[in-house]
């Protein structure tokens, strides 16, 4: 019955098939995880160029022009940020679209009411005659918000992008790295991650992802904790479970849910997983202490695994539960769902 009580709760999302006649309980058996909707992004065409003919020049001029359109918001107009999204790639994307987002977010509130950009200048830094560029561009932001005068920024900032072949001989350009003016150096360089580091990290990570799925009187269950520690098939798996334990929360049938003796044991790292952040195997224990309408019951000690990407967001480092091993079916979520891969494309967070 404790195993079963784990998924009615989803506390950690995970555990064995409910007992019979446990009728508020998934059939765990059944349960088929969505595949996930992220899919990589489109890349963007430049018009009238060549990828057996290069001309770098008029191909990164035409490029930033693209590239900022797609950062400007009209009076009275929106954002679209799946024109960004076909521009970046790598660790870039993961820098640049959290960022976005806010701007995003403050345009739909009405906060931030026009963003354009003049005065825009494009140089070589660095071309390899192949499919690397490094580009300093110099760029004049003008911004106005609810309540106050345009503001005008100028900037010099260096981006490192890759050419891609399209189609026969088409040509895109997508930036997936960029110096940092604060640091001076690329956002793809990171320190060197030891395993001890890695591990101090998750268990940083999994103090969170815990304390995000606690709740008691006066402190609801919020998704929106719990929705940004999680992507792809695991998202799929775990988010709506976790609707469930809110809705069984504001039904007053379950009064708290909180955990304790966290402990995180590594079994895998590897930081070059992906192009924009490496990945972890981990075994987690927890001990859940759960309170119900019908009063306390026993608590529940359970260890279970996770693969937990480790990526940039704001700039700073940051990780995100992407698959879990079902006990109970002693399978991944990932494998579940039919998905290719486990880490979402760059640009999540």
Known sequence: MVAALAIVLAACVQA??????????????TFVVPRPTEEPAARTTLTSVSFSRPDIERELKTYFELFYKARTLPRGGQFDPSALRAL????????????????IADAKAGRLLEVSFTDLAVGIEFWNQSDTAVANVTRTRVELRAGGTPTRDTAKYQFKLRRHLVGTDGVSLAVVDFIDP???????????????????????????????????????????????????SYSAYTMPLLERTKAEAESGALKEVRYGEISVKLQSWDPKATDHGGL???????TAYVTRATGAEA?????????????????KPSWLAVDFFRPDLGRWVTDIAGATVIVPPAGHG
């Open 182 to 232: 604060a640091t001076q150096e690329w956002i793809s360089v990171e320190e060197t991650i030891t395993d001890t580091k890695a591990t101090s990290e998750l268990l940083a990570f999994f103090n969170d992802f815990y304390a995000a799925r606690s709740l008691a009187p006066g402190q609801p269950l919020d998704l929106n904790r719990s929705g940004p520690l999680v992507a792809g």
């Open 299 to 315: 608590p529940q000690l359970a260890t279970y695994q996770f693969r937990v990407h480790r990526h940039l967001y704001d700039a």
């Open 16 to 29: 064995p098939p409910a007992a019979p006649g446990s009728a508020s309980e998934p059939a765990a058996a």
């Open 88 to 103: 970046v790639e790598g660790p870039y994307a993961d820098y640049t679209m959290p960022l976005f987002d806010r701007d």
């Open 280 to 286: 972890a195997t981990v075994q987690v224990t927890r």
